[in-house]
């Protein structure tokens, strides 16, 4: 039996090279496969591989300072679901550019908002209404087919794009707002807390565990709505077999969660895409400018 393994920890690594080689080794020895950044902020990983090798994976893995506590999330899937094994060291566990004003101590990400647990977020929603609003604290792509009800979407590609986005005053009336941010696992989110509250965002808050561990208590039958996008082969997830379909297709605006890389090999976006208009290859372009060159290389 194989499944899918998601993870991270804010801690101060004192030699993160020692702690990128040592991880690479050991999920080669497992035969596990996925995704791992690891920086003097701590780590962030996905990998995948047979149930037994991820439990050994678990264990070796606690044994590193710091990393006794991690909060593990399972998700179906598999090592097939990614092309190869990538421990990759970098500054920022999260790319927000945000290094020069974060900072990591052993309890984690300094002046990040509170924890809360999935029932904790429908208890404060259901107590305090309007004045509660979400966050997405990841890209445009992911929130188009998947997100909390009331829920603000900022305008970002990357997560770069995210400071500018909170210097710009587009979202000074949520300041006195309850904001709870929410991503996928929650990494993402320990840092935008924290970098809301440095903007002066009174009262943010963050899901613990993020989307996967709200998914797993209330499935489609709580406050998410939709299909959660994934950084592998799988795409996308969804928590239950009633998930509400809520992306719409570029071409028809049908209901659709599926996307599709653009046919042009220059370019780095992706196309949201319904299975009909998907059967017309002419379709697959992210763009007109796309079509035109793929074009330009035919006739060419």
């Given at each position: 039996?194989?499944?899918?393994?998601?993870?991270?920890?804010?801690?101060?690594v004192?030699?993160?090279?020692?702690?990128?080689?040592?991880?690479?080794?050991?999920?080669?020895?497992?035969?596990?496969k996925?995704?791992?950044?690891?920086?003097?902020?701590?780590?962030?990983?996905?990998?995948?591989?047979?149930?037994?090798?991820?439990?050994?994976?678990?264990?070796?893995?606690?044994?590193?300072?710091?990393?006794?506590?991690?909060?593990?999330?399972?998700?179906?899937?598999?090592?097939?679901?990614?092309?190869?094994?990538?421990?990759?060291?970098?500054?920022?566990?999260?790319?927000?550019?945000?290094?020069?004003?974060?900072?990591?101590?052993?309890?984690?990400?300094?002046g990040?908002?509170?924890?809360?647990?999935?029932?904790?977020?429908?208890?404060?929603?259901?107590?305090?209404?309007?004045?509660v609003?979400?966050?997405?604290?990841?890209?445009?792509?992911?929130?188009?087919?998947?997100?909390?009800?009331?829920?603000?979407?900022?305008?970002?590609?990357?997560?770069?794009?995210?400071?500018?986005?909170?210097?710009?005053?587009?979202?000074?009336?949520l300041?006195n707002?309850?904001?709870?941010?929410?991503?996928?696992?929650?990494?993402?989110?320990?840092?935008?807390?924290?970098?809301?509250?440095?903007?002066?965002?009174?009262?943010?808050?963050?899901?613990?565990?993020?989307?996967?561990?709200?998914?797993e208590?209330?499935?489609?039958?709580?406050?998410?709505?939709?299909?959660?996008?994934?950084?592998?082969?799988?795409?996308?997830?969804?928590?239950?077999?009633?998930?509400?379909?809520?992306?719409?297709?570029?071409?028809?605006?049908?209901?659709?969660?599926?996307?599709?890389?653009?046919?042009?090999?220059?370019c780095?976006?992706?196309?949201?895409?319904?299975?009909?208009?998907?059967?017309?290859?002419?379709?697959?372009?992210?763009?007109?400018?796309c079509?035109?060159?793929?074009?330009?290389?035919?006739s060419?």
């Amino acid at each position: 039996m194989q499944k899918i393994l998601l993870y991270y920890k804010f801690t101060p690594v004192k030699e993160p090279e020692l702690l990128m080689l040592w991880q690479k080794t050991l999920c080669d020895s497992l035969s596990l496969k996925g995704r791992i950044i690891v920086s003097a902020q701590g780590i962030n990983g996905t990998v995948g591989g047979d149930i037994e090798n991820l439990k050994a994976y678990i264990k070796a893995t606690k044994q590193f300072p710091g990393f006794k506590d991690i909060l593990w999330k399972w998700s179906d899937g598999g090592h097939d679901n990614f092309p190869r094994m990538s421990v990759k060291l970098k500054k920022e566990l999260v790319a927000f550019e945000s290094y020069s004003e974060i900072v990591v101590d052993e309890n984690g990400v300094v002046g990040g908002g509170p924890h809360l647990k999935p029932e904790e977020v429908n208890e404060m929603v259901e107590k305090y209404g309007d004045d509660v609003v979400f966050f997405d604290g990841r890209n445009k792509y992911e929130a188009a087919v998947g997100r909390f009800k009331n829920t603000v979407v900022p305008d970002t590609r990357t997560s770069r794009d995210f400071i500018s986005e909170l210097d710009s005053g587009k979202y000074e009336e949520l300041k006195n707002k309850k904001v709870i941010t929410y991503c996928t696992g929650g990494v993402r989110c320990e840092l935008l807390s924290a970098m809301m509250k440095k903007r002066g965002f009174k009262d943010v808050y963050q899901i613990d565990g993020g989307i996967v561990k709200y998914g797993e208590k209330y499935g489609d039958d709580g406050l998410w709505e939709g299909n959660l996008y994934v950084f592998d082969g799988r795409m996308g997830m969804n928590f239950s077999d009633h998930a509400k379909v809520i992306g719409e297709c570029v071409h028809c605006k049908g209901k659709t969660s599926n996307y599709e890389n653009c046919l042009e090999p220059s370019c780095n976006q992706l196309v949201l895409i319904c299975e009909s208009c998907k059967q017309d290859d002419k379709k697959l372009y992210h763009s007109p400018v796309c079509a035109a060159k793929a074009l330009t290389k035919v006739s060419g």
